[in-house]
């Protein structure tokens, strides 16, 4: 008989049927015995066969500093045209596997943040450039070389003009090779630019100060900081360094009951701002009004004369209030790119006695210079370059209306790329010259008045590359290598400055060995001779609808698009991995009907969806760029959706738009979170208290601690410890929730990506993740965070209810994983009340004998990126739980090498991989029994309690209240 | 039922088949090979081969070159060099330099072992073409021993005969003949392949060829060299090191003549570093990869001698696995071993009433077991 179906869905439906019938009858029973027989038959056969011969490879001869299976650490630094850290890189059998912050630097202090983490990947890149390339096929140096300087001749004689563009170089020595080059083609023109300007600061503050440089800043010295539209501790100039300094003054303890307190002002949910103690929502067409409002409280207070400027809709005399009650203890940052704001700005911090306290012009920070100005001139000039040199940057995506350098790249007879790996600007290019990566280099750089370093190779090249600074040299004429011009500079211009205790050899290998040199610059400050008199500020009109455009944290420019890491590290705010999105106002969304995943149009121009993000300016719409990538690896093509050509370019490039279109499209495009509940169910998984109950009590907000550990009681016998008792105490005041604890740790440990499809599916396997939940008014909510991981419960519902026994209990108080005893019942998981348990769905990293079980979207089991593989971690086979150790590895590492050194371990040795990049010092690792180390005397505190401790797991995870500083 | 346990049945019955079928192919081709590279004067050769074998009879006739010269693979140590190896280390010699290599030869070893050889030079060039042709064929194979393999196939015959008397042919009207036989066809099949699946990845007592004759005996025993002198990270690194040609050469840049294998063995060394080419060793002891070893835990902190774990390998000239390397092998020794308590400080001060104890002397011993040793991560992540 015919089978009618009464509509199209269920139609679909039963051929869905059939197709998972098909997929059912894999593995019936008869099959399933075909399979026993033939596994048992084959383990017989197998194992009459020899073993396959490894072979063991020793050295020719042994370099004097490398033991094989040990690692080495050196002293290097990260510098991507934007932000700067100073790293020690782990070279493990002659295999960089993992970065660290540098604690003798000033910036990083330790720390480093989650792309200078993710970095060490991109150096195994699959996609990067094997070869020289002319118009696109494969070239040998030797003749590149020959056609490039015989072109340069050509241009020279001519009297044509060449530019070489970058990003900020912040290299003495390359700007010195740059020089070089120029004297030999003098028409040649170094461009500057910044994929994410901050031109307007620059300029103000020459105006300010005579100077064009950022000022040092001191958040730890500020009782009170104001940011406006600033993301300081996420992507704003030098964010590892400012969340060192922030933290240093938020904490609170028995013996410090203070702390600064923090004002945002901000139209999308930034990082800065969900940390903040107070968040005031504007439209970016109102900030600049508002700074002046807010000038002019102040300085009215002060009997100073004000500006002109119309009353803006927000009060800011309690603000300007706080301010002046701090004076010289506050801070004032802005992160537009506005000279006329910067302006204002720097007269409110002047006004407040700001400078030479909160803010020093000494040590001025150097990591970006571009001039907004240069590049506009360039770009309405480009038919007059015979010759364009692209030095590591990627102008034609990130640089907005590059249709015009599209076109004009193909039409100039010489186009120079040295770029790394293959990108919309070198796709484009004549001569693609691939430079090293940065762990393949030698390097110096400049970051901070008085402040030098060096970047030293970690491995030899690669692929047939060659670094940028050579490329210049050869062309250049001049013979010297790159590391002798290092040198040969140190000697004439940095090391003159230093006291010269050591002779220079001794200089340089101690600055070799430390990475960084630290001179201190002694000057006055410059004197301020802002005039603001004459400033006539912009006229923007609050519209419908406004864009603001936003780094993320992640993604950065967008340079780093192809490194799987980042894109499947989520988002801080909204937890949203491998994609970009709108963030709409909750009130927005229900206006016009929108929903998260919902695409809309912008300007007619892009498609992007939508995601409802509490915390939005009402009238404003925030994108990140770094998306939408076209010439980029696997990982990083077609994801999101490029901004950077919503961007105008006026006097300076504007991050906002006053006035956009918008228009909802009938498509819906799935958004991956990996947290999509943002409530806490009225439990108190976060703790929190105000800075004023806190010094009443310090155990406010914290009551019920004491309560529930009166009730404790087990059936169970409590576990003794006789040696160590790990234990780890999470400071949530101090978590700023950064993301880079969860970089840090997947890389140490081999966690792999699993790519969007997978997220969707909550199947993401990072071992720590950090909670966010909000509170209060949707349009305005206060946010808390919390790291979680594995709580190592001492009473742990996991072990019990495995069948294999594969987890249980260590003698040190660690809840421990065999992975090669797990069978996969999963019933850990179940019991869990944390949810830290992941399970491997599929063999992710290739460990699996059987081919079919691979599932690898990013290519991170080809033999390439495979390098980065920390071989002390055993990479997981389908169908195992994993979860956090507590970096067994470090621990088990740092025991040996104490009993090898025949003393105690000492605290603060054993630092797991996440307290270790820790920027904001919030995650403390150690052992209980030592009554002196910090871990014990952070769990006397009284704001330690433990998640969900109503259920007696006693976790060995502390977390301390969070403080929030209300007024 | 029934005819799940024919698939079965007729699976294994295959695979037997295909199991046996298998190395018989390959003894085939390689004949063939043979004839192959015969094509040139394949009388000579055989004359050739008959020289080396001393078939055909040479001065008092008390040796051939096959005696001292390997032509297969074989898992017995010989000192001297393989005939491949000879083809190789004298393709660039000519002929009379080859005689001359054999007859008068430079070191003492080669002198007192070819002492009766009697050649002409023509039976030289014949014996020299022979030993050519190893160059492309490589050393013979070894035989395969099937005898388990063919108590495995017999088993499983008997256990199908009495399967398919039982259920078809009913010939034998007893039943508990058959019931017998399949239960014990089956036990003695299932012990064997747990037999093999336990022992599937463990290599108790490997022992292979490595390209360099070396000897722990000369070295370690006879010339009394510490272990740590070669192996010097084995007391503080995770690995011990296999040494690197510079730490040969320490000695070998002077000591260039052996008494057992003369300079050929030597002259690799010296080979290799002339064409910067580190030894290639077959790597005998391998953990699999989710466990974690150090050696610096074991022979530096625990002050374990290398015998513990090796045996006698000084003993060896050929190097072999002395443990099988189970893991109920490693517990044994945690379970029982005495840690070094007293005198370390790192145990005196994280164990503080261990250490107590041990002062009060109400403690005498303490095992690796009780500090930490049986913990799966202490070896597993």
Known sequence: MTKYWKSIDSKIGQDKDKVQEK??????????????????????????????????????????????????????????????????????????????????????????????????????????????????????????????????????????????????????STKKIIADFKKQYPTTEHIIYDPISISGLLDA??????????????????????????????????????????????????????????????????????????????NPSEEQNLIANLYNYIANSLGKKEISASKCAIDVSKLGEELLKNKNKSLVVCGTNNKKSQLLVNSINQLLENYGKTISLN????????????????????????????????????????????????NTDLTISLSTIPDETSELVKYVCPANNYLESWNDFNPK?????????????????????????????????????????????????????????????????????????????????????????????????????????????????????????????????????????????????????????????????????????????????GYGRTVVGKSGKDIGTDVYQLIETKEFRQYSLGKISFEKTLNTHELATTQSHDSMEGRDIVRETTIDKYKENTESGNERHKEIEKHHQSLYKEFKYEGHHWAMAVDLNACTGCNTCVAACSIENNVPIVGKEEVLRAHEMHWMRIDRYYAGDPENPEVVRQPVMCQHCDSAPCENVCPVGATNHSSEGINQMAYNRCIGTRYCNNNCPYKVRRFNWFDYNKSDALKGNLYDPHGMTLDLPRMVLNPDVTVRAKGVIEKCSFCIQRIQEKKLKAKLENRALQDGEIKPACQQTCPANAIVFGDLNDKNSEVSKLYEQKRRYHLLEELHTLPSIGYLTKVRNKS | MKRSLKTISKLILILSIFAIILPIKNFASDDINIENHDKHNSSDLKMGERLFFGLILTGDNTINCASCHNTAVVDTFNWNPSVLELAFSTQYMDSAAFANALLNPVTNRISVAHENVKLNAEQIVLIRNYIETYKTKGLDKPKILVTKLVIFIFLVVLFLTAFIDLTFTKKIKFKAIHGIVIFLALAFILKMIVHSAIGLGRSEGYAPLQPIKFSHQVHATDNKIDCIYCHHTAENAKSAGIPSTNVCLNCHELVREGTNSGRFEIKKILANTENKTAPEWIRIHKLPDHVFFSHAQHAGVGKLDCKECHGLIEEEHLASQYADLSMGWCLDCHRTRKVNFPGNEYYEKTFEEYHNQFKNKTLDSLTVAQVGGENCMKCHY
């Open chain 1, 449 to 625: 008045e008085g402040t030098y370093s060096l970047a030293q190779p970690c491995i030899q090249e690669i692929f047939d590359t060659r670094q940028e600074q050579v490329s210049l040299l050869k062309w250049s004429g001049i013979k010297n290598d790159y590391l002798e011009y290092i040198k040969e500079n140190w000697k004439s211009e940095i090391y003159p400055k230093t006291n010269r205790v050591f002779d220079f050899g001794d200089f340089w290998t101690k600055s070799l060995q430390d990475g960084v040199v630290e001179i201190d610059v002694k000057s006055s400050e410059p004197k301020f001779k802002n005039n603001l008199s004459s400033i006539k500020l912009d006229d923007n009109k609050k519209s419908d609808l406004e864009l603001q455009i936003y780094e993320s944290v992640n993604i950065g420019s967008g340079k780093y698009a192809n490194n799987p890491w980042l894109q499947e590290l989520p988002d801080p705010v909204s937890k949203v991995t491998w994609d970009n999105y709108a963030a709409i106002s909750v009130a927005f969304a229900k206006d016009k009907n929108l929903e998260t995943g919902d695409v809309i149009k912008i300007n007619n121009t892009i498609e992007i969806p939508v995601l409802v993000q509490p915390g939005q300016a009402k009238n404003t719409i925030s994108i990140a760029l």
């Open chain 1, 205 to 282: 503050n020459k105006e300010s100060f005579g100077k064009r440089l950022i000022p040092n800043y001191k958040f730890e010295k500020a009782q009170v900081i104001v940011g406006i539209n600033a993301d300081f501790l996420g992507t704003w100039l030098s964010p590892v360094e400012y969340t060192k300094q922030y933290v240093q003054n938020r904490k609170v303890s028995e013996d410090k009951k203070t702390m600064s307190r923090h004002i945002q002002i901000e139209s999308g949910m930034s990082l800065t701002g969900s940390n903040a103690d107070k968040r005031i929502i504007i």
């Open chain 1, 23 to 172: 997929k059912i009858t894999w593995t019936n029973r008869r099959n399933f015995l075909k399979l026993f027989g033939f596994g048992l038959a084959s383990t017989f056969v197998l194992s009459r066969c020899e073993n396959a011969a490894h072979k063991a490879i020793p050295y020719l001869i042994k370099p004097e500093e490398i033991t094989p299976s040990m690692a080495n650490y050196y002293a290097s630094s990260f510098f991507d045209g934007d932000k700067y850290n100073s790293i020690l890189v782990k070279v493990l059998d002659g295999r960089p596997i993992k970065i660290e912050g540098n604690n003798l630097s000033s910036i990083s202090q330790g720390a480093t943040n989650s792309i200078t983490q993710s970095s060490i990947l991109s150096l195994y890149d699959d996609t990067r450039y094997r070869k020289p390339k002319v118009n696109g096929e494969d070239s040998d140096w030797g003749t590149i070389d020959i056609e490039i300087i015989d072109q340069l001749k050509k241009i020279k004689e001519e009297n044509g003009k060449i530019a070489i563009i970058s990003h900020s170089n912040i290299s003495p």
């Open chain 1, 363 to 410: 040590n001025a920070l150097l990591t970006k210079q571009g001039n907004d100005k240069d590049m506009i001139d360039f770009m309405s000039n480009l038919k007059s370059y015979k010759g364009i040199v692209f030095f590591d940057c990627n102008p034609v995506y990130d640089y907005p209306n590059s249709e015009k350098l599209t076109t004009s790249i193909k």
